[in-house]
């Protein structure tokens, strides 16, 4: 229930191609979705994030499309960078408390040049 | 001050060894974290503390205790630690009503 489950594990696209990773959670009482991006030795780093009752989001590059019906949600990184390899997370956030992040598997995205 | 600062940034300890991980904010946020990050794994929670008491204990051993000082600081201390244990180990912090998450860069923690 308190599952999010991210795919593919990982990704290769050519320079300049677009991204996409995709991710669906089945607890409704998730009320905010991050995306973070994560470099080898480094802490995650929030990338973008979106609300329940937006169906898009875009940041730059970067877009989120969410369908609250579907329970899906996706990163969609365009004109993707060589700089853009690096996992990234999907994560679904709930209150028990206080805020409790539930990450997907992880995504291993490799640009290459 | 946009940081959550973390040291020792790398640590090898012994299974008989006690030491502790240390986490610093100055953001005012009044969440910590510590999470457990396995290699090629997300990040997995491991205690949460709000308004320095703890407030989510995710069933971890006892040979990882927590303390929060104060609002501003939040240890690890660590006893008895098996081969297994060995992770990176991020902290991270939130205030209390919103959605600004902040992960430090973590400790490495090797147990030899």
């Known amino acids: 229930q308190q599952q999010v489950k991210q795919s593919p594990q990982s990704l290769i696209v050519q320079k300049g191609g677009i991204s996409i990773i995709n991710c669906a959670y089945e607890?409704?009482?998730?009320?905010?979705f991050p995306w973070y991006q994560q470099f080898p030795g480094k802490g995650p780093a929030l990338l973008i994030a979106i609300r329940p009752d937006v169906s898009e989001k875009k940041e730059g590059r970067f877009t989120i499309s969410f369908n609250k019906s579907a329970k899906q949600f996706s990163l969609h990184i365009m004109d993707s960078q060589p700089g853009d390899s690096a996992t990234y997370f999907c994560a679904a956030i709930i209150w028990r408390g206080a805020q409790k992040l539930v990450f997907g598997q992880g995504t291993r995205l490799t640009i290459n040049p | 001050d946009t940081e959550v600062t973390q040291t020792p940034k790398h640590l090898v300890m012994g299974m008989t060894n006690k030491k502790s991980l240390k986490c610093e904010q100055h953001m005012g946020h009044r969440a910590m974290y510590w999470y457990k990050q396995k290699a090629k794994k997300p990040p997995e929670l491991m205690f949460v503390?709000?308004?320095?008491?703890?407030?989510i204990n995710e069933s971890v051993p006892s040979r990882f205790s927590p303390e929060c000082p104060n609002s501003s600081l939040l240890n690890l201390h660590l006893h008895a630690l098996q081969p297994e244990d060995s992770a990176l180990y991020l902290c991270a912090s939130s205030q209390g009503d919103s959605y600004g998450y902040t992960f430090g860069s973590g400790t490495r923690l090797t147990v030899v």
């Open positions: 503390y709000s308004y320095e008491k703890l407030s």
């Open positions: 607890n409704t009482a998730f009320d905010y």
